[in-house]
């Protein structure tokens, strides 16, 4: 049985303007939530990249030659802060997606205010290219291009 079964819409609405004005709240809430989510994504990232970086450089100017007892561990740390990054910000991505798509479907259209949904939004725009800069982050490292 279809969740929606037996009823045309799950709710009733009625255009008017506070309910235009919660769609528009409910909306840049959203946008908040995947902005924060694109900020700590980008700080694992870099945080990430980072510490690969340093201890990589830790360990070639290591001019008492001493022995290191993981050499690899930094870098499998930096791959899983870039990953987890990564990640986060494709689920996050892919909430704000679902989440625009039910805001602008047929029972809200008419206290939405506008009567197309943008193709893409600048924040989403945005996300997208975060996830191009994690990956090819999440590259340099695992085959040490940098």
Known sequence: MNKHEGSEQRF?????ASSHFAWLRTRLALERTLMAWARTSVA???????IVQFFERLQSSNTANLPVLLPEAPRDF?????????????ISVWQYHRGL???WGDQ????AG??????ITPLFA?????????????????????
């Not at 809200?108 to 206290?111: D, G, H, L, S, V």
């Not at 990956?135 to 940098?146: D, G, P, Y």
Request: hydrophobic share 65%; no cysteine.
């Open 12 to 16: 009733e609405v009625t255009p008017t």
């Open 44 to 50: 694992l990232i870099g945080f990430g990249f980072t």
């Open 78 to 90: 930096g791959l899983a802060l870039i990953g987890s990054g990564i990640l986060a910000l494709v």
């Open 101 to 103: 798509n039910y805001l």
């Open 108 to 111: 809200f259209r008419a206290i």
């Open 114 to 119: 506008i009567e197309e949904q943008p193709l």
């Open 126 to 146: 945005v996300a997208i290219i975060l996830i191009l800069v994690g990956i090819f982050a999440f590259v340099t490292v695992l085959f040490r291009l940098s």
